[in-house]
Each structure stands twice: as C-alpha cells, then as structure tokens.
C-alpha cells in the first residue's frame, strides 16, 4: 500500500480483556516497529522487527504485551488482561533501507 | 543514556512572527537526527533527516540546522496550517529512535 496501515484506528476495551492491533507496513519494508504514546510522554519503543532476525523485544513493558510478524508483512500487536495505564495510542512503523521510518496513524486504545 | 530534551513544551505565534524550536541531545555517536510533524489523532509525519553538525535541510517555510550538541527548527514566517506538535528523535544504535515529548505550535490568523 501507499503508506502504513493500522486498524482498529480505536479501541475501547474493559479491563482485563485481550486486544489485539494490527499494522500493515509500507509494500518492501523489511523493518516494523511498534512505540506507544501516552498523553504528555514521548514515543516509547516497544519492539523492532527486521527482516527474519529475532525481535528486539526489550521495550515491551510486561509480559501482558507480545508481537509477531508473520510472512515478513503484516504486524500484531497483543495485548492480553489489559489494565488501565495500557490506555495510549499504539504507532506502527516501517522502514527499508534508510534510516527514516514512516508511521501509521496510529490506534486510539482506551481501558475502561 | 541518550536522551532527546524539546523546548519549549508549547509556543503560540501570530501569522507571520518566525521563531525556533529547540532539540537538545545526548547520543552514543549520532547516526541520525529526525523532524517529524504530528497533527491531532494523526501518526508521525517525517520531515528532515540531519546527520552531520553543520548540516541544514529546507521545506517550504521550514528549516532544520545541527550542532553537536542541539537542533533547531526554524519557522519563517508562519502560517495556521504549520500548526501541529514537532518531534525530534535520534537513533540510538542501529535501529532504536529515541523521542523527545514534543513542542506544541499554535499559528494564530
């Protein structure tokens, strides 16, 4: 596609229950990252994925949170038992070849 | 640690009023400094890669310089479109991007 995709561009869920987000990265890029962004913080790094290497997972806050990346495309992102302060905007972004990386718009996740 | 400071948190110009935001690093050997544009709900746009001190790029009313130590973005002559928060990163290694929290810019008509 043209750009990086994510859905759901929202999600409200009760606490305790299992999300999962998704993202579609730019056709050819072999690098996907997942950051979180909560109100009033920076970008924080979750997970990197590269080609068929192993994942940098050292950002992933607990192991509530895990990622795959299947067939080298697409992206999951899951939370499991989710709580309050997991309430943020999940980005995803792609990369090839070039430092820059290009984000998705985002999903809005709320835990009520 | 490598660390990425933004300042100020929020400024407020009127049309036209030029200014500068202010990105202070501290990296392990810069590979890359970053401007992205985020407006509201929206993702990260990229703007501007820097890699060297002394190196500037150009976008429209736009342009980002780098020192050693610091990077500025320079608004000439604003309009309310260039409204929008205006992050700086740095890669931290190879492929880990380390965010500052952002200045939030206000153009007035």
């Known amino acids: 596609g043209a750009g990086v995709s994510q859905s759901p561009s929202n999600k409200v869920t009760e606490k305790g229950k299992d999300v999962e987000l998704r993202c579609d990265p730019i056709s050819g890029h072999t690098a996907l990252y997942w950051y979180r962004q909560s109100l009033g913080q920076g970008l924080e790094f979750l997970i990197y994925?590269?080609?068929?290497?192993?994942?940098?997972k050292s950002g992933l806050p607990s192991d509530r949170f895990s990622a795959e990346r299947t067939g080298g495309s697409v992206s999951t992102l899951t939370i499991q038992r989710t709580q309050q302060e997991d309430s943020a905007v999940y980005l995803c972004?792609?990369?090839?070849?070039?430092?820059?990386?290009?984000f998705g718009q985002g999903t809005r996740l709320t835990v009520v | 640690e490598d660390q990425v400071t933004q300042s100020p948190e929020a400024l407020r110009l009127q049309e036209g009023e030029s200014s500068s935001l202010n990105c202070s690093y501290t990296v392990s050997g810069l590979r890359g400094l970053f401007w992205y544009r985020q407006d509201p709900g929206k993702g990260p746009e990229f703007l501007f890669t820097l890699y060297s001190a002394g190196e500037e790029k150009e976008k429209e009313r736009l342009k980002a310089t780098l020192t050693k130590k610091e990077s500025f973005l320079h608004i000439t002559a604003p309009k309310p479109e260039d409204s929008a928060t205006y992050l700086c990163?740095?890669?931290?290694?190879?492929?880990?991007?380390?965010f500052g929290t952002g200045t939030r810019l206000k153009v007035l008509a």
């Open positions: 972004a792609s990369s090839q070849g070039t430092p820059e990386a290009f």
């Open positions: 990163a740095v890669l931290s290694g190879t492929y880990k991007y380390i």
């Open positions: 994925f590269q080609g068929n290497s192993a994942p940098d």
